[in-house]
């Protein structure tokens, strides 16, 4: 049974740093994709930051240059780092685990983020 449980959410003050952590379980973890999504109440959830099983990333333009994903194939972890936030990066963050050629998609359950003075 595949779980993803994120961590590292909490409140911040704007301009602040974050580390979210998402540790897996139940998957070969090394040849997933994995990534970083958010949600606000009543809107879709939208990609914030992809990092693949050969090590590429990609970015949401609204992130770019502050927030950096990574993973740690020994320890079946992925994290974001979130650096000099603002409010309106306040959200629910989800991690992903996908494999597209066998389509499997896996979620966790949500970590919330609140930037706010």
């Not at 930051?49 to 972890?77: H, L």
Request: aromatic residues 10%.
């Amino acid at each position: 049974q595949v779980q993803l449980v994120e961590s590292g959410g909490g409140l911040v003050q704007p301009g602040g740093s974050l580390r979210l952590s998402c540790a897996a379980s139940g998957m070969i973890f090394r040849i997933f994709a994995m990534g970083w999504y958010r949600q606000a109440p009543g809107k879709q959830r939208e990609s914030v930051a992809i990092i693949t099983s050969t090590d590429s990333t990609n970015y949401a333009d609204s992130v770019k240059g502050r927030f950096t994903i990574s993973r740690d194939n020994a320890k079946n972890t992925v994290y974001l780092q979130m650096n000099s936030l603002k409010p309106e990066h306040t959200d629910v963050y989800y991690c992903n685990a996908a494999r597209t050629v066998t389509k499997r998609n896996y979620w966790g359950q949500g970590t919330q983020v609140t930037v706010s003075s």
